[in-house]
Nanobody, 131 residues
Framework: QVQLQESGGSLVQEGGDLLLSCTISGLIGNDYALGWFRQVPGNEREGISCFSESGGSPYYSDSVKGRFSIYTDIAVTTLYLKMTHLKPEDTAMYYC????????????????????????WGQGTQVTVSG
């Protein structure tokens, strides 16, 4: 059973930086994807960054592209989301998620993982950006 647990959320001033972590256990093989999602009450959950362990390019939503970075440690026991130049509209509950056999799609010369409908989820960590 895949288990995920986020940490690192806090209150931060606009323009600041934050690093979210997600400890991972139970992953098998290398045909899986990992991602970060966020949700504001009343809105749908948004996939903001995902990558596939089996290859391709990491996906970033337009709302975070150029400001956020997704990466893992070498053993893939922790997933990170480095957030910079934070804005009040980044305020949300942030979740990490995992999925097996995630399909990829092609955009020009690049392949990206689908960043939606993952199977395994953490409990979330709250990020609040004050303006």
């Amino acid at each position: 059973q895949v288990q995920l647990q986020e940490s690192g959320g806090s209150l931060v001033q606009e323009g600041g930086d934050l690093l979210l972590s997600c400890t991972i256990s139970g992953l098998i093989g290398n045909d899986y994807a990992l991602g970060w999602f966020r949700q504001v009450p009343g809105n749908e959950r948004e996939g903001i960054s995902c990558f596939s362990e089996s290859g391709g390019s990491p996906y970033y939503s337009d709302s975070v592209k150029g400001r956020f970075s997704i990466y893992t440690d070498i053993a893939v026991t922790t997933l990170y989301l480095k957030m910079t130049h934070l804005k009040p509209e980044d305020t949300a509950m942030y979740y990490c998620a995992a999925d097996y056999g995630t399909p990829r799609y092609r955009d020009g010369p690049f392949f990206f993982p689908k960043c939606a409908d993952y199977t395994y989820w953490g409990q979330g960590t709250q990020v609040t950006v004050s303006g």
